[in-house]
């Protein structure tokens, strides 16, 4: 029951990377030359999850902007606001899952206790 809990606990905190991951993505969407990151999450023996962190070396959209020296082309950044959200909805639901077991898992204990005792 004990591995049950830290495999919990490994999934938890391989979301906050991804999380933290989209946070970065979000609030870079309108910076310059920004690429963005995408988390990978893969499970591992005898339980846990692995957490890859890769940026997208993909070009962000170019614009025209004017400067002093007229007008310049200018890389957006690579950010995709959908995925971003999207990516941000299944993050939220894994989430909630997660800290479901975790109390199940506690629940099941208080009830083992109970009929020990």
Do not use: C
């Not at 170019?62 to 400067?67: F, L, P």
């Amino acid at each position: 029951m004990i591995s049950g809990i830290n495999a919990t606990i490994s999934g938890l905190q391989a979301l906050d990377k991804k999380m933290e991951s989209t946070a970065n993505n979000t609030a870079n969407l309108e910076t310059d030359e920004f690429k963005a990151t995408r988390v990978t999450l893969e499970e591992t023996e005898p339980s846990g999850v692995k957490v890859t962190i890769q940026t997208l070396n993909t070009p962000g959209h170019q614009v025209y902007e004017e400067t002093n020296d007229g007008l310049t082309l200018v890389e957006k950044s690579n950010v995709d606001l959908a995925k971003e959200m999207t990516d941000l909805t299944v993050t939220q639901r894994s989430w909630e899952a997660m800290t479901k077991t975790i109390q199940t898992q506690d629940e099941m204990v208080g009830t083992i206790l109970d009929i020990v005792t």
